[in-house]
Every structure is written in structure tokens, then in C-alpha cells.
């Protein structure tokens, strides 16, 4: 069968249907190819704020309650996502009125009022305050941890940008980066529900053929891995337990090592049964929980270790992390846990194809970035993962070169030194000697 179906429309919007005849609900998505690493620092947040803003009333819905009354009328609920690279909008309909879920968020893309802009301002300096202390300092481990793996650099910016930047922002900027973005070559629409792909490719021309707008200007490349300068950044904060955070810069998603960094992910901070799990909580009793993110971009990437830990756990903790990583370099992955792994993404991969929203995101991203898999791709592809194979992505990957982190909270300045002594002898043992001492703000 058939996974999804894709239409190009001549205004050059992408038109996709994942056909789930089975279920009683439709996912309307629409993918716009740009986030924060398409800003530069005086206007960084402005994709952010537009997405905001696109819910702010159109010309046909004079008011955001407007809008949200007329999505609840057909059984949804608008919401959207900004990141590094997209902003998404998205909603679950009933099946029968999806092609008026395309006609809402046709209105919200071609014909925004820009309306309340003040207003919409405070409330997203609010949410950009989520991330600072009292003192005005960053707390937020994955922003410190972006900073230092892509300093001076887009993605080094938090996606809601930084407060001077949304202050000044203006109408005229926002309405500057909604002509130059939100174009049909760089969206993409998709509907995964039991629905017709031509009663799909109907409605998004009946509502979106008009459209029309250039090609969008590409993001900022990524191109320094360099391995220089990798510090270990440390900010004191309040509270009962320190965040930690170490990750690795990794290559992009068209990397050869991508499909072994989904599986090691899996293998590090995926359930109970994960390397990180067992060793940190169940082995050793030093946190509630610990995770392991992957992200992949374009021409980069990261995996992220992340836990909360008392101060004097700190060090204890940072060792048994690194002591996981080693492990990996120095041993091939054990059959049994490497079929384990295995088979929990499979079936993962399989539950997937119950969700609507799951496929739609599947498709809708992967038109629109380039990196087009469906779930037979990645049941075909993960067959190939070997442990030779991972342990040569780990010893290339994962090193020294690569590292950095974050410490914030009330750590003690005992607990720094006993950290970066426990990071300078992995780096040693590892093959690298460089220092990781970092400013302490």
C-alpha cells in the first residue's frame, strides 16, 4: 500500500495525503521552511513572533476568538511550533471538514491583519523570561548548550529569540519576513486522515492556487567544525538540584551515520531499559530520570544528555555519563541489546502509523526538508544497523573535540572542580587533552 500520495501545484506547493481510512479524524498541517536560523541577531525571534502573529485575526476572521471559534466549529483546534529550521501549523479536524481546515489556514497565511502587536509582544517577552533567572541570566540548558556548539551563529540563537531583539521588532519586519518566507515553494500542506488525495489536491487549489511568492532565500550555512574552543559553561542559579547538560556536535541528517545516531539515542535514553536509565537511576541511584535528544539539521547536529541532580551527585553523575560514552568506544553493543533496541523502534515505527498527527508530521517534514522516509524506508534501513557500525559512529562522533555542557544551579565551587577534572581525565583517556573550563557567570 502505498504510504502517501504528493502533488505539486503550479504555484509550486507541495500537496500531500497520507491515506488512514480506518480512523475517525484528519491531521491539517501546513510546514513553512523557516525558523530561527534564518534570522541574524537584530531580528532574531521575528519567525517566532510571526507565528504568533498569524493568529492574531485575518481579513476573513477579524479576531483571534474568531479564528479559534471557527476551527472548534469543525472539531479542531489551531496550534503551531517554531524551531531552528520550520514553523508548523497544525490542527485535528473531523474527516469531513478538513477542506474548511485548509480554507482557515489559507486565510491565516495570505491574509493576516497584524493586529495587537503590542500586546502579542509582552506576552512573548513573557515566554522568553521562562528562560532567565532572577538576574536576567540564561537558565536554559539546551539555549547555553546551542550557544556554545554554534557560537556566532543562528542556531546558536534561542528560537524565541533574545529580548532586545523582540523589543524592537517591527510591523514592517514582520510583514518583510511573512513575503520573503511564507511562499507556496516553501510550504508544505498535508492531510493524513481517511481522505481522498484528490479531494486533498481539490481543496488546497480551490484555497491556496492563488498564492503565490518566490523562492525563499536559504538559511545560514554550518560549516565550522573546527574543534576549537569547547568549554564547559557554568551558571550559578537557585534551587534544589543542578541541570546538567553534556552533548556532542554531530553532522547533519544526510549524514552516513544518521541511522546510527537514531539507534543510538534509542540505546542511550530511550525507556527503562536505556544505558542511561539503568546505570544512573537503577545502578547507581543519582537522579529521578535522565534523557537522551536527538536533533539533526541540515549540515549539523547534536545529541544531548540531560538530567537534575543534587550538588553532590554532580560530579558522580558527569563520570557515569562519560563512563557510558567510553563504553561505547572500547566495546562493541551485545547482540541481545542491539536486537532489543532494534525491535522496540520497530515496533515504535509500526504504533506510529496510528496516529494522524505522527504521519503527517512524517511526510510533511520530509517534503519539505529533503529527507523523505517513509516507515518502509526505516524498517528496511534499520536491518542494516550492525555494532561494528555504531561503535565506529560512537569512536568518530563522540569525542572530545566534540564536547560541551552545561552546569546550572547552586553547585559549589568543590563540585566544578571535581566536574571538569572527571571531563579533562575522559578527555585524556579519550585521546584529547584540551581544557573545558568555561566563564562563570
Not at 510533511?364 to 523523505?372: D, P, V
Not at 566536574?419 to 575522559?426: C, G, S
Amino acid at each position: 500500500m502505498t504510504e502517501y500520495f504528493c502533488t505539486i501545484l503550479e504555484n509550486g506547493l507541495r500537496v500531500i495525503s497520507v491515506p488512514m481510512p480506518h480512523h475517525h479524524s484528519a491531521e491539517v498541517l501546513i510546514y513553512i521552511g523557516v525558523g530561527s536560523r534564518h534570522e541574524n541577531p537584530r531580528k532574531a525571534g521575528v519567525s517566532h513572533f510571526l507565528e504568533h502573529m498569524l493568529f492574531k485575526g485575518t481579513a476573513d476572521y477579524p479576531s483571534g476568538l474568531a479564528l479559534e471559534r471557527a476551527f472548534e466549529a469543525i472539531g479542531g483546534s489551531a496550534n503551531a511550533a517554531t524551531d531552528s529550521e520550520t514553523t508548523c501549523f497544525h490542527s485535528r479536524v473531523h474527516p469531513s471538514r478538513f477542506a474548511e481546515a485548509v480554507s482557515l489556514f489559507s486565510s491565516m497565511l495570505q491574509r493576516p491583519l497584524f493586529r495587537e502587536i503590542e500586546m502579542e509582544r509582552r506576552v512573548i517577552l513573557e515566554e522568553a523570561m521562562g528562560d532567565l533567572n532572577e538576574s536576567g541570566r540564561q537558565i536554559n540548558s539546551d539555549n547555553i548548550v546551542a550557544a556554545l556548539l554554534f557560537p556566532d551563529h543562528p542556531l546558536g540563537q534561542p528560537t524565541v529569540g533574545s529580548r532586545p531583539a523582540i523589543e524592537r521588532l517591527s510591523l514592517r519586519q514582520l510583514r518583510q519576513h511573512h513575503a520573503t518566507y511564507y511562499t507556496p515553494r516553501n510550504a508544505v500542506l498535508t492531510v493524513a486522515g481517511p481522505v481522498d488525495h484528490q479531494l486533498v489536491v481539490a481543496a488546497a487549489r480551490e484555497h491556496l492556487g492563488q498564492w503565490q511568492g518566490e523562492e525563499a532565500p536559504p538559511a545560514k550555512a554550518w560549516t565550522d567544525f573546527s574543534g576549537t574552543d569547547k568549554p564547559l559553561r557554568w551558571v550559578r542559579d537557585a534551587g534544589s538540584q543542578v541541570s546538567l547538560q553534556l552533548a556532542f556536535l554531530l553532522p547533519g541528517r544526510d549524514s552516513e551515520h544518521s541511522v546510527n545516531l537514531r539507534v543510538l539515542r534509542r540505546l542511550l535514553g530511550w525507556g527503562g531499559m536505556s544505558r542511561l536509565m539503568l546505570r544512573l537511576r537503577e545502578e547507581l541511584g543519582l537522579t529521578y530520570a535522565v534523557d537522551a535528544a536527538l536533533a539533526l539539521y541540515a549540515d549539523a547536529g547534536t545529541l544531548a544528555v540531560d538530567l537534575a541532580v543534587s550538588t553532590e551527585n554532580l560530579a558522580k553523575a558527569t563520570g557515569a555519563i562519560l563512563e557510558i560514552f567510553t563504553e561505547l568506544h572500547t566495546t562493541v553493543v551485545d547482540t541481545d541489546e542491539l536486537q532489543h533496541i532494534l525491535d522496540c523502534y520497530r515496533c515504535d515505527l509500526d504504533y506510529s502509523r496510528d496516529q494522524v498527527d505522527e504521519m503527517a508530521l512524517r511526510y510533511a517534514w520530509g517534503e519539505l526538508t529533503g529527507c523523505r522516509r517513509t516507515i518502509a524506508d526505516d524498517l528496511a534501513v534499520i536491518d542494516t544497523v550492525t555494532a561494528a557500525g555504531l561503535r565506529r559512529t560512537v569512536n568518530e562522533l563522540f569525542t572530545p573535540l566534540n564536547l560541551r555542557g552545561a552546569v546550572v544551579g547552586p553547585y559549589r565551587t568543590g563540585d566544578r572542580k571535581a566536574v571538569e577534572a572527571v571531563i579533562a581525565n575522559w578527555q585524556a583517556a579519550t585521546g584529547s587533552g584540551l581544557p573545558v573550563a568555561g566563564p562563570c557567570i
